[in-house]
């Protein structure tokens, strides 16, 4: 079992940067790929970001290409990513995910989630 704690959201201003983190425990998620997902009220749970057990392998959804950045730093079993330029469009609960195969931006392959933090961006 793994257990995922995001942590970083808040409210911020168009055009601020935010970095969430995701601190994993009860296995090492060295070989896990992990992923952020994000859920605005009213809307289903989409892709952010995902990135490869090695973190040389990036993938982005269209909206965030560029503004967002995904790394890992497996010695501290932990993710992050990185929010640049936010826009109102971009809050959100953000939930952290993983699963010990190939990187994906489907939710469904993911089987262990956090609980999310919320990243609110007033215009």
């Known amino acids: 079992q793994v257990q995922l704690v995001e942590s970083g959201g808040g409210l911020v201003q168009a055009g601020d940067s935010l970095r969430l983190s995701c601190a994993a425990s009860?296995?090492?998620?060295?070989?896990?790929?992990m992923g952020w997902f994000r859920q605005a009220p009213g809307k289903e749970r989409e892709f952010v970001a995902a990135?490869?057990?090695?973190?040389?392998?990036?993938t982005y959804a269209d909206s965030v290409k560029g503004r967002f950045t995904m790394s890992r730093d497996n010695g501290k079993n932990t993710v992050y990513l990185q929010m640049n330029s936010l826009k109102p469009e971009d809050t959100a609960v953000y939930y952290c995910?993983?699963?010990?195969?190939?990187?994906?931006?489907?939710?469904?392959?993911?089987?262990?989630w956090g609980q999310g933090t919320q990243v609110t961006v007033s215009s």
């Open positions: 995910a993983a699963d010990p195969s190939l990187p994906s931006t489907s939710r469904y392959d993911y089987a262990y």
């Open positions: 009860g296995r090492t998620i060295s070989s896990y790929r």
């Open positions: 990135i490869s057990w090695s973190g040389g392998s990036t």
